[in-house]
């Protein structure tokens, strides 16, 4: 069962623009929230995180919006930079257990 | 620091076979956490690994198991291997917060790619 979805499978923006990556979920069990970067041959990287008691977190040019009611999150890059072209991966966790969305490959042309 | 390290890389097994896959946490970090991704999927949880027992476990059959070790490094094995167990086998390690009954952030190892022929 996919309780996390990822429904974009690719995204190309300009650098300089702003990307938008959307996740959804539909356990409302989850209280804890991730955004993963994944370069080809190596793991996720740990990027940003959210608790589900705020609606926003940011750090630099990364924010995570979480809209509890949509069970939906978003990751905005601004600006956005040739080195963050890599596979985004959103995660939702509850206690030990963590699921995964399918990821979103993001290009980000100069 | 190291990070979390995994091996081999790359391995090729036939099918029936056993295979043994290797993780080191990133120092510090009490909580191994193993992830199967096929292609073009996300992560999906295996089972997790504190204080030397399986603490939770994912949908996967039994034979998949594992262990800890008391310095914390871990092992996945997997026996009698399928065609569909083809996939990046990651490693991850956390710091238990027992408080919460959860882990803080987990980080993740390169993976290791196991082809079932």
């Known amino acids: 069962d996919q309780q996390v979805k990822q429904n974009s499978p690719s995204l190309s923006v300009q650098e300089g623009r702003i990307s938008i990556l959307n996740c959804d979920y539909t356990?409302?069990?989850?209280?804890?929230f991730l955004w993963y970067k994944k370069y080809p041959a190596e793991g996720p990287t740990f990027l940003i995180s959210?608790?589900?008691?705020?609606d926003k977190n940011e750090d630099g040019r990364f924010t995570v919006f979480l809209n509890k009611s949509a069970k939906h999150l978003s990751l905005h890059i601004v600006p956005s930079q040739p080195g963050d072209s890599a596979v985004y991966f959103c995660?939702?966790?509850?206690?030990?257990?963590?699921?995964f969305g399918a990821g979103t490959r993001l290009t980000v042309k100069p | 620091d190291a990070g979390v390290t995994q091996s081999p890389t790359h391995l090729i097994k036939t099918r029936g076979q056993q295979v043994t896959l290797r993780c080191s946490p990133k120092?510090?970090?009490?909580?191994v956490s193993w992830y199967q991704q096929a292609l073009g999927q996300g992560p999906q949880f295996i089972f997790q690994?504190?204080?030397?027992?399986?603490?939770q476990r994912g949908n996967f059959p039994d034979r998949f198991s594992g262990h800890q070790f008391p310095n914390y490094s871990s092992e996945l094995n997997v026996n009698a291997l399928l065609l569909g167990d083809s996939a990046l086998y990651l490693c991850?390690?956390?710091?238990?917060?027992?408080?919460?009954?959860?882990?803080?952030?987990?980080?993740f190892g390169p993976g290791t790619r196991l082809t079932v022929l």
């Open positions: 995660a939702a966790t509850f206690g030990n257990d963590m699921r």
């Open positions: 120092s510090g970090h009490d909580t």
């Open positions: 356990n409302s069990m989850f209280d804890y």
């Open positions: 991850a390690s956390s710091l238990a917060v027992l408080a919460g009954g959860g882990t803080d952030t987990q980080y």
């Open positions: 959210i608790s589900s008691i705020k």
């Open positions: 690994y504190y204080e030397e027992e399986e603490r």
